[in-house]
């Protein structure tokens, strides 16, 4: 999946820490395992998500759970904030788990990246997109 994979709806996201407390890094990333290329296929999200937090750990990173949802709330899907990974194995990690893209925050500016091909666009504020649970 390329940059013009990168769907509309990725950027209305809104995102719902699980620790409303969090300290968030200055640079981190997003990523879920859920709903593989965005197909609705969402049967094996747990195990997939569950699967991508063993490998998050085995890679050391700085990880929190954190929902990724539509402004209304009918989509959500469960996600990881990351730090400490190169972009290289973060758009690696986004391919491995069938995901058309992936988050990245640096100084609260929010970018879509697109895991096949990097391409990165602007998305405004992380924090004006942070909902209390």
Known sequence: MASDDILPEYFDARFIPHDAAVAWPDEFW???ACDPYSTGATEN??????????????????????????????????????????????????????????????ADRLSVVACEDGLEVPAGSFRAKIRPE
């Open 30 to 32: 997003i990523l879920t």
């Open 45 to 106: 999200d747990a195990a997939a998500n569950a699967q991508l937090e063993m490998r998050l750990g085995d890679l050391g990173a700085w990880q929190t759970p954190v929902r990724g949802t539509s402004p209304d709330r009918q989509h959500s899907e469960e996600s990881f904030a990351i730090a400490g990974l190169e972009r290289a194995t973060v758009l690696a990690l986004g391919r491995e788990f069938l995901q058309n893209a992936v988050f990245h925050v640096v």
